[in-house]
């Protein structure tokens, strides 16, 4: 039995069908199980990791896929204990390449106390980090449907967007095959794209010209909080990693094509696959 934390995550959701359909039994934890949309071929739990009693919690299930609200190195060390209790023999956490190239913004520094715990723990492990997801995208859906425009920060640099089904793609080899135990794998996708060059080709899979707009970070930060709602803290942390991650956001590995035997998903086609959801709303 497989346990994924963070199953209605961007991750965590394509990663429950993933492993589904590769035969694992799934056990999926959830807040609000009538909210959740989960797969219905999985167990759905309710509970929630701050307040469960994680041993019982984590009774039967033998492998773990570890992602927490927040990555909060505190919660997933504890979860990482408490897997050892319970007998589990495999975590497969969700980090980032921000630890792979030592950043040191909150988020990252979170990650990397995480991935310590989860290699000290006891059970084998493997590590996954990611770099920035294509679904991160998705934050230009309001300024598309309402002005045909994307607003970005000056200097926003060329990134190796991965798909979030190439990253479920890699965890569930890891979370049902043997040969990845002590393995970390940072995921990219397979070419670096200007922002400028992401938002020609959502317009060409859009239908429609699609402005791009460079803004000053303090135009970006004041539409962040006044139309996104994001609180200042949330934004600082933004920026923090942005800075952090822009020398080397353009790097690209070769590590899904490795695990995978495939190509990654490509932006383009990522952008055709989830063209109608920038279509203006009547």
Known sequence: MIFVLGATGKVGRALVPALLDAGAGVRALTRDPAKARIDPRAEVVQGDLDT???PA?????????VLTQGHSADRE?????AAAQAGVTHLVKLSTTGVHFGQTDPITRAHAEAEQAIREAGPEWTILRPGAFM????????SIREENAVYVPEGDPASALVHVRDIAAVATLALTTSGHEGATYELTGGEALTTEAQVAILSEAIGRPVRYVEEPESAARERMMRKYGWPAEAVDGFFALKRESAAHEDVV????E??????PRTFVAWARENASAYHHQE
């Open 135 to 142: 679904d991160n995208r998705f934050a230009w859906l309001g």
């Open 77 to 81: 060390a504890a979860v990482a204990q």
């Open 253 to 256: 590995f070769d590590t899904v």
């Open 52 to 54: 469960a009693d994680l």
């Open 258 to 263: 490795r695990v995978l035997g495939r190509p």
């Open 57 to 65: 919690l984590l009774a039967g299930a033998d492998r773990v896929f």
